[in-house]
Structures are given as structure tokens and as C-alpha cells.
């Protein structure tokens, strides 16, 4: 089956800089994504590894190391507004002929002054 | 702006009724999902359809079903609505195959109470 671990819960202040770890046991693997989820907001994506190594989007970073089964998101410099939910996930195969994306239960970060 | 919109963003409904949750997305998308979000349990997949007329269980369908008639349009039905089915419903398309790989887009959810 598919499953993915991650923390529930992480707390850092202004500036700083957080990991979000994400662990996944997944047959058949397309890569990993990251989504990110305001209280009340809809998900939204902030990016994907198919490959080793890592990615760079301006003060966020998602890594994978496929062997480890295991990625991270990196956020640097934090502001109060990435206080949020954070979701890693798998796409899985299901059905005959489809894929979808299986999610872990979520990281709440909490970003204080 | 490209988006996925969902018709009620909260419903109340009584245990036993059919309850119609819809779901409509304006990018040509081929796939389309149902998911439900609980606290701690993250989203988890009801069901989902990669082209009109095609239709795939997710992890969670019983007491679910689904109808695709036209690529833009995803209907999650309640078939005979009851309390353990209160929750968020997030429905999100996105392109297929490795197009995927670039995200989905959701919609702004449905909550719904069954009382």
C-alpha cells in the first residue's frame, strides 16, 4: 500500500528556517510533491522532485532522495504569512488506468513574531 | 484566472437524503478528483476520473458515487447521506500523465453537515 509520514506539527519564528520532513512507502513511484494550505483556503501547489537533489523556488526548497525514500521541504527566511498547513504527496497508481495523488496527513507550521 | 469551483461552500443536509456536490473546472483538464479533508487525517481520495465517462475508486468510496458527463464538470453523490460523512470536500483537476506532475488546482471546498 501507500503511506507517507510527516510531522504534525512545527513551530519557528520570524526569519528562521524550517524543515518539513516526509517519509513514503508508495509501488510505483512518480515523485514527490509539496501543497501548501491556508486555514479555510484551498491547497495549492508549491512543487515537485522526480529526480535526486534540490529544488529552488525563491525562500522555499523541496528535496528528494529516492534511495531513502524521503524528501523535505525547506522554508527560508519565514514570515508570518507561511503559517499553514503543509502536505506531502505520492502519485499512485489506481484503477485500471488512472493515477492520483495520495497525501499525508499535513504539517502545521506555526510562524510567531 | 484559471480555477475549479465548486457550487456551495457550506451545505446542511438531514441523515438519509442524496446530496449532489458539484464541481466544475474551466482549464481543459482531463482529470478530475474527489477528495475529503478531516483534522489529522489529512486529504484522502474518494474517487476520481481521468476522461468523460471514466470513473476510478479512490481509497474511501463506499457510500459514494460519482458521475462524469462532460470533461469540465465532477459530481460527487451522497447516496444516502449520514453523519460520518460531515467534512470538507475539495474537489481539483489537472492534466494528465506526467502533465500532472505540475500540480493540481482545487477548488475553495464544499462543507457539509449532515444532521
New interface residues.
Partial sequence: GQSLEQPSEVTAVEGAIVQINCTYQTSGFYGLSWYQQHDGGAPTFLSYNALDGLEETGRFSSFLSRSDSYGYLLLQELQMKDSASYFCAVRSHRGEAGTALIFGKGTTLSVSS | DVKVTQSSRYLVKRTGEKVFLECVQDMDHE?M?W?RQDP??????IY???DVK?K????IPEGYSVSREKKERFSLILESASTNQTSMY?C?SSLRGRG??????????TRLTVV
Avoid: I, P, V
Avoid at chain 2, 40 to 45: A, D, F, K, P, S
Avoid at chain 2, 100 to 109: Q, R, V
Fill in positions: 482529470n478528483f477528495y489529522g487525517l489529512g486529504l484522502r481520495l476520481f476520473s481521468y471514466m476510478e475508486k479512490g481509497d475539495l481539483a500532472a506532475n505540475y500540480g493540481y488546482t482545487f477548488g475553495s471546498g
